[in-house]
């Protein structure tokens, strides 16, 4: 009986290492300006040996503290006259301080400054509704779940459970409740508190004075305004066509959602990380600096500490500090070539788009500009992620100048997705009202211009442009007119 043994064999294969300094590089790129100014500040606070370009010339001051900083002592106390010219404020007597503590009521602040931050901003919905509550001979009841129902409305004003949820949720009756609703009702604006549309539309209505019977059956019967049947709305409400789109142009000139003029507004700002401008008769792209801080490793420092430092673990977390901050700042500017790398090749593909707008567009994917700028597929990939570039057409996702290649039947290169979706919103905005074009024909009309493209294609287009249907843009139009 045999037993085997064991054997040490070599054997040789090839495998991809990332090193700390590549995973650094490549997380670089595939942040945006906005996050990393939040990294570089960070980083910033953490490691003494980088510094803001305009913070290079250190004063003496400022290196002494962050050098009794790094050592764990405390910096020396400050003389008559700093060496930098600057004189220390009196001191102050402990009396003065005890006086000023005494006459300082925390709670009377707290209200000043809550008193403040109300006059700079508008009341909510709430709010204005509940100074409306007040001036109501309602019952104590009534007006106290009237106040707490004002916090319920949604953004648009409604409060959408029915009377008997909010009793039960509130443990109050069902009348009480469907009196506060009722007095939020008659509160400006008209039609918060509402249940649904019908209620919200038959409450503004009901103020003008034009809730008739006709107009309530017509509130009635809302999903055939939006379909516009006007034969069948003839025959519910019994009145003529004429009548019917009196009515519905009444009903068009109401707020179906009163809340939303109490939402607060706060604008989405985009920080283009890249911006393109006309120069002469090119044009030139750059960096958005403006958000981007420059740092530069300070390496008088560096030495300075070094030669103090007399341990070695000193010495070693000296050095790891500053291989880091040099890796970050060859990182940054890794990072800046390869961005200008890919958005010129990016726009010298995509002129047509500075020059004409979305119609200029051609097909790009990212393969094309990983051929062209000989970087990796997925380096394209990072540097596209979440990235903005400011043109004289707009601020836009540089992702957005990638497009599909729709088939041209003359057998060229083809044209962009995008620019066929704006071509189809330019056929729809400019057709007539009395020749409303179906997919069909939209289809007919592209292919006519070399554009190869199913009708189910267009349709889905125009669904992602917000486009309603031919049927239904016709309805529309005949309301309209």
Request: hydrophobic content about 45%; aromatic content about 4%; overall charge neutral.
């Amino acid at each position: 009986m045999s037993i085997a043994g064991l054997r040490l064999e070599l054997k040789q294969s090839q495998g991809l290492v990332l090193t700390p300094q590549l995973q650094q590089a490549l997380r670089l790129l595939q942040l945006n300006n906005l996050e990393l100014c939040e990294l570089i500040a960070r980083e910033l606070v953490e490691n003494p040996f980088l510094v803001r370009a305009d913070e290079q010339m250190i004063p003496a001051s400022a290196r002494r503290e962050r050098e009794a900083e790094l050592s764990g002592q405390l910096p020396p106390a400050f003389a008559a006259s700093d060496e930098d010219g600057w004189s220390p404020p009196p001191a102050t007597p402990a009396a003065d301080c005890r006086l000023r503590v005494a006459r300082t009521n925390p709670a009377e602040d707290d209200d000043r400054l809550l008193r403040e931050a109300n006059l700079t901003r508008p009341p909510t919905l709430a709010e204005h509704l509940r100074a409306q509550l007040v001036r109501l001979p309602l019952p104590a009841p009534v007006a106290a779940i009237a106040r707490t129902l004002c916090d319920w409305l949604d953004a648009d004003g409604y409060l959408r459970e029915d009377d008997a949820e909010l009793a039960s949720a509130l443990a109050a009756r069902p009348d009480d409740v469907a009196a506060a609703r009722a007095a939020i009702l008659a509160c400006e604006p008209t039609g918060c508190g509402a249940r649904d549309l019908r209620q919200c539309l038959a409450a503004q209505l009901k103020e003008r004075n034009r809730l008739d019977p006709a107009m309530a059956i017509l509130l009635d019967h809302l999903p055939l305004v939006a379909r516009a049947d006007f034969a069948a709305l003839q025959r519910v409400c019994r009145v003529g066509l004429e009548d019917i789109k009196e009515m519905i142009a009444e009903i068009k000139a109401l707020d179906p959602r009163p809340g939303l003029s109490f939402a607060p507004s706060e604008p989405i700002t985009v920080v283009p990380d890249l911006l393109v401008h006309r120069s002469g008769d090119s044009w030139r792209i750059a960096l958005n600096r403006a958000t981007l801080p420059k740092v530069l490793v300070d390496r008088d420092y560096y030495v300075e500490l070094n030669r103090r430092s007399r341990l070695r673990s000193e010495k070693e977390f000296l050095s790891e500090r500053y291989q880091a901050a040099s890796w970050l700042v060859k990182a940054l500017d890794q990072r800046a070539r390869t961005l200008l790398k890919v958005a010129r090749a990016v726009f010298i593909r995509q002129r047509g788009f500075l020059e004409q707008g979305p119609s200029g567009l051609k097909p790009l994917v990212l393969r094309e500009i990983a051929e062209a700028t000989g970087l990796h597929e997925s380096t394209v990939s990072r540097a596209t992620a979440d990235k903005y570039v400011a043109t004289p057409r707009g601020t836009l996702p540089l992702r957005y100048f990638f497009t599909t290649a729709l088939a041209d039947s003359a057998g060229g290169e083809g044209h962009s997705a995008e620019a066929i979706r704006q071509e189809i919103r330019r056929m729809i905005d400019n057709e007539p009202a009395d020749a409303v074009l179906s997919d069909d024909q939209i289809v007919a009309l592209l292919r006519a211009r070399g554009v190869v493209i199913a009708r189910r294609t267009v349709a889905k287009y125009r669904e992602s442009l917000g486009i309603p249907s031919s049927v239904e843009r016709r309805r529309a139009k005949a309301l309209i007119s």
